[in-house]
């Protein structure tokens, strides 16, 4: 069955940095665009960024984390990448890793990983 497993969330100072997995199975990963969403303390789920499938590994972003996050892929080892610098407290949150585009659905989350950025 499909599985997503997100690591690597935590707590971490304004400016510093952290980098999120995604360890995915029971599908062909490669094959997959895929997806970051967060949710903040009561608000509502946020699109963060996205990487298209093997055929191009195209990167989108929402405008708030351009420049500070890079999400990345590596297809050999199914694995989903979010590297996260220059944190700030507005970007704490819950992290999903999902399958799918915008316009297919997304169809598989993961549990989620919470980020925590405070002093």
């Known amino acids: 069955q499909v599985q997503l497993v997100e690591s690597g969330g935590g707590w971490v100072q304004p400016g510093g940095s952290l980098r999120l997995s995604c360890a995915a199975s029971?599908?062909?990963?490669?094959?997959?665009?895929m997806n970051w969403v967060r949710q903040a303390p009561e608000k509502g789920l946020e699109w963060v960024g996205s990487?298209?499938?093997?055929?191009?590994?195209?990167?989108y972003y929402i405008d708030s984390v351009k420049g500070r996050f890079t999400t990345s892929r590596d297809d050999a080892k199914s694995t989903l990448y979010l590297q996260m610098n220059s944190l700030k407290p507005e970007d704490t949150a819950v992290y999903y890793c999902?399958?799918?585009?915008?316009?297919?659905?997304?169809?598989?989350w993961g549990q989620g990983t919470q980020v925590t950025v405070s002093s």
């Open positions: 999902v399958r799918g585009t915008a316009a297919a659905g997304y169809d598989y």
């Open positions: 029971g599908f062909t990963f490669s094959s997959y665009d």
């Open positions: 990487i298209t499938n093997s055929g191009g590994h195209s990167t």
